[in-house]
């Protein structure tokens, strides 16, 4: 049984940091682009960051760029989403998802997601 489990969330001050775990099992991780998502109460999904299945290849969406930090351990069958200078208005639910990178555009897997709060 596949799973992807996400850790890491809380309640944090408006300049603090969080790190956020994907856990996953039951596949082949190594095969795997992840992608955290995030979304708020009444907003859309929001695509925040990707890497590729080796860990070589990373994106970001603007709002994060220079605060977040994505990164993986292919050992440890786990993706790290390092956030800093956190805002307020990153306040959201965050999910991992995994697509493999040989059919990049269909999502195998999601995780239930990790609630994250930035107070002001």
């Known amino acids: 049984q596949v799973q992807l489990v996400e850790s890491g969330g809380g309640l944090v001050q408006a300049g603090g940091s969080l790190r956020l775990s994907c856990a996953a099992s039951?596949?082949?991780?190594?095969?795997?682009?992840i992608d955290w998502f995030r979304q708020a109460p009444e907003k859309e999904r929001e695509l925040v960051a990707t890497i590729s299945s080796d860990g070589g290849s990373t994106s970001y969406t603007d709002s994060v760029k220079g605060r977040f930090t994505i990164s993986r351990d292919n050992v440890k069958n786990t993706v790290y989403l390092q956030m800093n200078s956190l805002k307020p208005e990153d306040t959201a639910v965050y999910f991992c998802?995994?697509?493999?990178?040989?059919?990049?555009?269909?999502?195998?897997?999601w995780g239930l997601g990790t609630q994250v709060t930035v107070s002001s």
């Open positions: 039951g596949l082949d991780f190594s095969y795997y682009i």
């Open positions: 998802a995994a697509r493999p990178y040989y059919h990049a555009s269909k999502y195998d897997f």
